[in-house]
């Protein structure tokens, strides 16, 4: 596994910087009634998709799930397309036709975020043998929430890419909530990750706030999966800084002490910390990502706002291929 | 030019999308038959080659990595083909029974038929799902339904329903090189029907309509396995002195609505025949168009013969009853057929 070098706990920083405020700053807009629809946000799991992506580049796939922005971010997608997608508008990485739910961006091997819980799964085992059948050693990274993880399709897809060995990766995002449901309910085995004995695959429970530990597990189960040695699960514990989807009153938080000190964790602050202590990056440089980045957010909101609506005739095209 | 069965059609046509291009490939279950069995791999063999045999020899032939048996998974690996084809591929998957898309259809509903869409156009979903359809083979309820109307309901699906074997190879071939989803639909009860189909690689276009017999009286529009019975009424109303049209849609979605209006502009009289249950089904949908587009044109009201508002019966009589026969379609039409006796 790569070692993570200066430069790529600069770009760390800088995508965790991005999401946070990507996602805060949604947080107000929404709360103004500036976008259609609904969205859900990804704030507080940065570590967990910047510490995955941070092993990947454009040639390999990613499926997402309802919770997707952070997502697209860690995997490259650019913030002014993604705003513009969110706002509806024609600039959007989908031309608007996609919204918060679907934003896609193939050229960047993001296969969308998904309205529809554990839908990804398949997808990613698609990707995976597509993967496979060429030859290549690129991988297929499959996120899903703990709700996906009681979907039919966790079973189907995590057997189907044990059995032939499928270069994927299933990161399971507990963020501790199916939507309002805890996990101690919904599931019957404590972890998500003992599941993967029956599958008879590497499955390891590991700490989804603390960046190194998430992207030193990602590291190992990648390099396994390109090397031809098949599917790995990690179960990464994190938290949702906000409500399943915006609006949401979240009366089913803090059950106990113990879940109050994990929500306070921040995990942006504890890398920055980390890489300080090892001289990854200085005081200085953070400093400057932070300032980028929340003008860079600033930039892409003002970019969306300015960006046309699609031509009423785009509700008409796109449907087949020529 | 030689005989051959509607399954054997089918099978030459993923022979030669296979021989053609190497992105091609199929996935379903037991299409191989016998995946990792010992003795039959020793001797390249396969086993079943599909449920009904339809894909058999073309496991040994591509060998394994072409020819995917899955674990019975229908959910995933309908799911996995989606995924294979947005990324690159050309999958080829087989769904045994249409009736099974209760178990799979998350992956063609919301995901591979609307990708392109959400996704601004930036995706190309080249899939071509094999499934059966059709009652008539004493399979009863849950393996003989005739669901095309059900994919032909959702955008960003095409949906083809041969009558023929020459038919069946020339529209597999024009699915597999399509850019889009189509559910490639084969009646069961056909799959032994002969008929002459060139060894060569052809393809037909999808959404164009075949007139299978001209005539000036009266259009029947049809799919599937009904084209026979619509023939088998058209020579009964000749000896009668009416003059049938009969025309087989061959693609439920998008449906020739070109040919049909242009046939009932000329007869004035139509009847639609349709496997599918008598609500929300193609028939229905190809009245309402003719009624807006052709009402003028109409000399009498348009009768639709379908399968009863029922499951499929196991029992042989009640199958029978079931499906529409010749009998049915006359009987159940009488108010334009003896309209237009009266007029001879």
Known sequence: ?322 | MTKIAFMNAINQALDQAMEKDDKVFLMGEDILGGTDIKHLEEKNEDSWGGCFGVTKGLGPKYGKKRVIDTPISEQSYMGAAVGAAVTGLRPVPELMFSDFIGVSFDSLLTQGSKMRYMFGGKAKLPLTVRTTIGAGASAAAQHSGAYYGIFASIPGIKVVVPSNPYDAKGLLLSAIEEDNIVVFCEDKTLYGVKGEVPEEYYTIPLGKAAVKREGKDLSIVTIGKMVSVAMEVADRLEKEGIDVEVIDLRTVAPWDEETVIESVKKTGRLIVIDEAQPHNNTATDIAATVTDKAFDYLDGPIKRVTAPNTPVPFATNLEQAYLPTADRVIEESAEIIDDLKSSK
């Open chain 1, 1 to 322: 596994m790569k070692k993570l070098t200066a430069a790529k706990a600069k770009e760390a920083y800088e995508k965790m910087n991005d999401i946070r405020n990507f996602e805060n700053t949604l947080h107000d807009i929404f709360a103004k009634g500036e976008i259609p629809g609904f969205v859900h946000l990804y704030a507080g799991e940065e570590a967990v998709a910047v510490g995955v992506c941070s092993h990947l580049t454009d040639s390999d796939y990613i499926t997402s799930t309802h919770r997707g922005h952070g997502h697209c971010i860690a995997k490259g997608c650019d913030l002014k397309g993604m705003m513009a997608e969110i706002y509806g508008r024609e600039t959007g990485l989908c031309k608007g036709k996609g919204g918060s739910m679907h934003i896609a961006d193939l050229d960047k091997g993001m296969l969308g975020a998904n309205g529809i819980v554990g839908s990804g799964f398949p997808l990613a085992i698609g990707a995976g043998l597509r993967n496979q059948y060429l030859g290549t050693d690129d991988v297929a990274v499959c996120f899903f929430g703990d709700g996906a993880a009681n979907e039919g399709n966790f079973h189907e897809s995590i057997n189907m890419a044990a059995i032939w060995k499928l270069p994927v990766v299933f990161i399971n995002e507990n963020n501790t909530f199916a939507e309002s449901t805890p996990q101690h309910y919904s599931s019957a085995s404590p972890t998500i990750a003992e599941r993967a004995a029956a599958y008879n695959i590497p499955g390891e429970k590991v700490d989804g706030k603390d960046f190194m530990a998430v992207y030193e597990a990602a590291g190992k189960a990648i390099d396994r999966a390109r090397k031809g040695e098949g599917p790995s699960l990690i179960e990464y514990h994190t938290y949702r800084e906000y409500g399943h989807f915006e609006g949401d009153e979240q009366t089913y938080k803090y059950d106990s002490d113990e879940e109050i000190a994990f929500h306070d964790r921040d995990d942006i602050k504890e890398f920055r910390a980390y890489a300080l202590k090892k001289k990854l990056f200085t005081e200085k440089d953070a400093e400057k990502i932070e300032d980028k980045s929340v003008q860079d957010v600033a930039d892409a909101v003002e970019f969306a706002k300015a960006s046309p609506i699609p031509q009423p005739e785009a509700l008409f095209t796109d449907v087949f291929a020529d």
